[in-house]
């Protein structure tokens, strides 16, 4: 596998016409500049660029890989590009799985706030109750899950899990006064 490094180096060499003003382009020092050319012209087992005094010329293999290493330099950079805005969330997809009621109430006010702040990143729902949704996350289904828990069923954190408590419900029984239930 060629090193992209080398190939950057190689591209710059190619563009600046000589050693010197290709190590000045990359803030290297020409001795280091030399090393790269001369490990990828091993790597490839062929001389990449003439040398004269008046500067350096590509080969037809030089040639070729420089057409070559500008397409995988964009690329990377592209790929780069893309993981930075998904990370900034500028793009990119949440996928979140919420229990029944919290999807008919709490998951639409947020997915609003998530739409209004983060317009091109895309939220996708699937309705799963905790256990469900516990099982997905792990397996790396979906980002984000949305649960409840009482104590027979209680969600843990651990190495790979954070727990965020969002709402602590209070639950009432309620009956008319005149049917006060049994103590």
Request: proline share 7%; glycine share 4%.
């Amino acid at each position: 596998m060629l090193d992209v490094r080398r190939l950057t180096v190689l591209r710059a060499v190619a563009r600046e016409g000589s050693f010197s003003a290709a190590a000045r382009a990359l803030d290297y020092t020409q001795p280091a500049v030399s090393h790269h050319v001369a490990r990828l012209e091993e790597e490839v087992g062929t001389p990449l660029l003439m040398r004269t005094t008046r500067g350096v010329w590509l080969t037809d293999a030089g040639q070729a890989l420089v057409e070559h290493a500008d397409a995988v330099i964009a690329r990377l950079q592209a790929a780069q590009d893309e993981v930075a805005e998904i990370a900034k969330l500028h793009a990119g997809r949440v996928r979140l799985a919420a229990f029944p009621s919290a999807s008919a109430t709490l998951v639409p006010i947020a997915a609003r706030a998530m739409k209004d702040a983060h317009p091109a990143v895309n939220v996708s729902l699937l309705e799963a109750e905790p256990p469900e949704a516990l099982a997905l996350l792990q397996a790396g289904e979906i980002d984000l899950a949305l649960t409840f828990s009482y104590p027979e069923a209680e969600p843990t954190a651990n190495a790979d899990l954070v727990l965020e408590p969002l709402l602590e419900d209070r639950l009432f029984l309620i009956f008319p006064k005149a049917r006060r239930p049994v103590e």
